[in-house]
C-alpha cells in the first residue's frame, strides 16, 4: 500500500507539519491515525503548531469522512498551540474538509499556500 502522507517533526521551530496527498481508502486512513498518535505522543502538542498540508488531497468516499471526524478530534484533543491548514486543490476536497470542520467545531486557519502558513506563525 503506497503512503499518502507525509509527518514532519521541526523541534527547533516547534511544528509538525502533516503532507496529505491522494485519495485516502480505509487502511490509509489507520495507519495515518496511527502514525499521527505516535509523533503527537513524543512532543507537547501546546508549545507546536500543526501545520496540515492537504493540498494534494483528493475527496474521499463516504465512510472515510468518519475517519476525517476521528483525524479532527484527535487534532483538538492534541491541543495544539495553533492550526493551520493548507487549501485542498481539488474543490469536492476542501468542502468535505470544511464540512467536517464545522461539524466538529475545529479550530483552523486556513491558507492557500504553505508559505502564507509559516508567514502566520512568524508573525506571532
Do not use: W
Not at 495507519?31 to 513524543?42: C, E, K, P
Not at 468516499?61 to 471526524?69: A, K, L, P, R, S
Not at 492534541?78 to 470542520?101: D, G, M, P, S, W
Request: with cysteine.
Amino acid at each position: 500500500m503506497e503512503k499518502l502522507y507525509d509527518i514532519k517533526l521541526d523541534k527547533e521551530k516547534c511544528i509538525l507539519y502533516v503532507n496529505v496527498n491522494g485519495k485516502f481508502e480505509v487502511d490509509h486512513s489507520k495507519l495515518y491515525i496511527s502514525d499521527f498518535q505516535t509523533h503527537v505522543n513524543t512532543i507537547n502538542p501546546s508549545v507546536y503548531t500543526l501545520i496540515m498540508d492537504v493540498n494534494g488531497q483528493e475527496a474521499v468516499d463516504e465512510e472515510i469522512i468518519v475517519d476525517m471526524v476521528h483525524v479532527l478530534n484527535l487534532y483538538s484533543s492534541a491541543k495544539f498551540r495553533k492550526t493551520i491548514a493548507v487549501q485542498a486543490n481539488c474543490q469536492l476536497a476542501q468542502q468535505q474538509i470544511e464540512q467536517v470542520v464545522m461539524e466538529t467545531k475545529f479550530a483552523v486557519t486556513f491558507v492557500k499556500t504553505l508559505k502564507e502558513a509559516y508567514n502566520l506563525i512568524n508573525e506571532q
